[in-house]
T-cell receptor
Framework: LAKTTQPISMDSYEGQEVNITCSHNNIATNDYITWYQQFPSQGPRFIIQ???TKVTNEVASLFIPADRKSSTLSLPRVSLSDTAVYYCLVGSADRGSTLGRLYFGRGTQLTVWP | GAGVSQSPSNKVTEKGKDVELRCDPISGHTALYWYRQSLGQGLEFLIY????????KSGLPSDRFSAERTGGSVSTLTIQRTQQEDSAVYLC??????????????FGQGTRLTVV
């Protein structure tokens, strides 16, 4: 399983763009990169997933370089409500396989200040 | 409901007692995961089910922990002879890996277990 490394914490102010980078040097060919968000007293919530290049949805963008050894979650114009823990996961769940796994690390605590 | 349901939401038990935690996954989801989260910590993987089988039990911390899943649906996590260090939030998630590479999981609200 590919191990991920991300900063323990980050601070930002409202309205700024936040970029959280995750390292995954041992990513496998079949692995996708997925980010989750967790608010206090809640279970994690899926934000975005990608395989290569760039993925964008209504919440965030995910940038993945050609070597796929890292990825960057970009949150545009954060607000106070974006204060949460963000987890980077690397893995795959092939059709018919019993090897689907999701391993979370400690994540990045993002604190947005007014 | 449409989401993952866990019960009870809170459980206080005495040290040495057994507890059962229940997870109702989203209908049709074949994959089910149990995690443990201690205060201020990340998610600790416990066990993964594909259907009723548990191909990965590597995260169960001791033989006091066991889990089963029946009918490819409901799962129960059992902790025997609870200890104070078992106090944590126990989270369940389900996903439908029918699509290749799909690793989006949906989490329940968790069961907060306190061992006194």
């Amino acid at each position: 399983l590919a191990k991920t490394t991300q900063p323990i914490s980050m601070d930002s102010y409202e309205g700024q763009e936040v970029n959280i980078t995750c390292s995954h040097n041992n990513i496998a060919t079949n692995d996708y990169i997925t980010w989750y968000q967790q608010f206090p007293s809640q279970g994690p919530r899926f934000i975005i997933q990608g395989y290569k290049t760039k993925v964008t949805n209504e919440v965030a963008s995910l940038f993945i370089p050609a070597d796929r050894k890292s990825s960057t979650l970009s949150l545009p114009r954060v607000s106070l409500s974006d204060t949460a823990v963000y987890y980077c996961l690397v893995g795959s769940a092939d059709r018919g396989s019993t090897l689907g796994r999701l391993y979370f690390g400690r994540g990045t605590q993002l604190t947005v200040w007014p | 409901g449409a989401g993952v349901s866990q019960s009870p939401s809170n459980k206080v038990t005495e040290k040495g007692k057994d507890v059962e935690l229940r997870c109702d996954p989203i209908s049709g989801h074949t994959a089910l995961y149990w995690y443990r989260q201690s205060l201020g910590q990340g998610l600790e993987f416990l066990i993964y089910f594909q259907g009723n089988s548990a191909p990965d039990k590597s995260g169960l911390p001791s033989d006091r922990f066991s889990a089963e899943r029946t009918g490819g649906s409901v799962s129960t996590l059992t902790i025997q002879r609870t200890q104070q260090e078992d106090s944590a939030v126990y989270l369940c998630a389900s996903s439908s890996p029918g699509q290749a590479m799909n690793t989006e999981a949906f989490f329940g609200q968790g069961t907060r277990l306190t061992v006194v």
